[in-house]
């Protein structure tokens, strides 16, 4: 499990050169991406999510693109679409940006339902259906999806179907004041120009072969649908974590438990882990934001035996 750690050590280390303050954030994007999830970014404007998504990838030194989510944007501006050639007299296929390692979708609730639905299958297959053809999407696929949680003027909310798809819903939150003027010296020239790739190719496959071997004794297993159960069961919840759900909070113990140098999941990778996959997969019967449902799953946390034995 060293090379899980180096792996995370090197990520933290080269990404807070440009994002500075959030090895937190960091370490939840190094898990999501280990897991081959996806991640929605709640946040205002102007906190760094679109740096750091793109230090991220410059690190991994894998291909990334930009989506600006707008209401007249269609399906086929990031699927691609099919054009006729007329020099070659026959119909070539024109990729479009999700064809790419990691895409980050801007301001995803801009779109249209129709153009955010255009996201499910690449989300959940990996691949992209254009004019009834099927095309596969190579590994690895991460979508970083970012949305505004204060505006809602010209917006059209993710359905639960969509939100569901997201591995994590996470928000960087304000930098402290020492950070503040950290972010200012960065920034007096562009801190991405001097970034450079530390990993190649060949040990991210080796990662994501050995992320899965991460084993799960049976007692922790039963904590994991515990606390899953009891999002079903609370009588402030209308809706509770999904199968899907569930195993994502497992293979998001799994990441995390690599990264902190173990081969078998604990509890406190469930409690570490759980607030973060789970928030936007619950809805309260009164007041619905992330600071709310992350309180409510904590309490959930709190409230669920926590297995000691045979661990």
């Known amino acids: 499990m060293d090379r899980f750690v180096q792996f995370k050590d090197k990520i933290i280390s080269n990404v807070s050169k440009v994002i500075v303050g959030k090895e937190k954030i ?27 998504v ?20 269609l399906p086929s501006d990031i699927t691609g679409i099919n054009y006729y050639n007329q020099r070659s007299e026959n119909f070539q296929f024109r990729q479009g940006p999700l064809f ?41 696929f991460m979508v970083l999806a970012t949305q505004n949680p204060i505006e809602s003027y010209g917006t059209f909310p ?24 950290q972010i200012i010296n960065k920034n007096i020239e562009d801190p991405l120009k001097k970034m450079e790739c530390i990993m190649g190719m060949e040990e991210l496959e080796n990662l994501f072969e050995n992320v899965s071997k991460v ?10 649908v515990d606390v899953v159960f009891e999002t079903r069961t609370m009588d402030n919840l209308q809706l509770g974590v999904s ?10 113990c799994q990441s995390y438990a690599a990264i902190n140098g173990r081969n078998y999941i604990i509890p406190e990778d469930v409690k570490a882990m759980a607030p973060n ?22 309490e959930i946390l709190k409230k669920v035996k926590v297995p000691l034995e045979r661990i």
């Open 26 to 52: 960091i370490e939840l994007l190094i898990v999501s991406f280990l897991s081959e999830g996806h991640i929605l970014l709640e946040d205002i404007p102007g906190m760094g999510k679109t740096m750091m």
């Open 54 to 73: 793109k230090a991220f990838s410059k690190t991994l030194g894998i291909p990334y693109k930009r989506i600006q989510f707008t209401p007249d944007l």
């Open 100 to 140: 790419s390692s990691i895409v980050l979708a801007d301001e995803i609730n801009r779109a249209t339902p129709r153009t955010q639905s255009s996201l499910l299958e690449a989300m959940e297959e990996k691949q992209i259906t254009v004019d009834g053809e099927t095309r596969f999407l190579k590994r690895p």
């Open 158 to 181: 993710l359905p639960e179907a969509q939100l569901d798809r997201f591995f994590m819903r996470i928000s960087i939150g304000y930098p402290s004041r020492e950070e503040e003027k």
């Open 215 to 224: 084993s799960c004794s049976e007692d922790v297993m039963d904590y994991i």
């Open 243 to 252: 199968p899907r759900g569930t195993i994502a909070l497992f293979k998001a």
């Open 277 to 298: 996959v789970l928030n936007h997969r619950i809805i309260g019967k009164q007041m619905n934001n992330m600071d709310k449902n992350i309180s409510i799953i904590e």
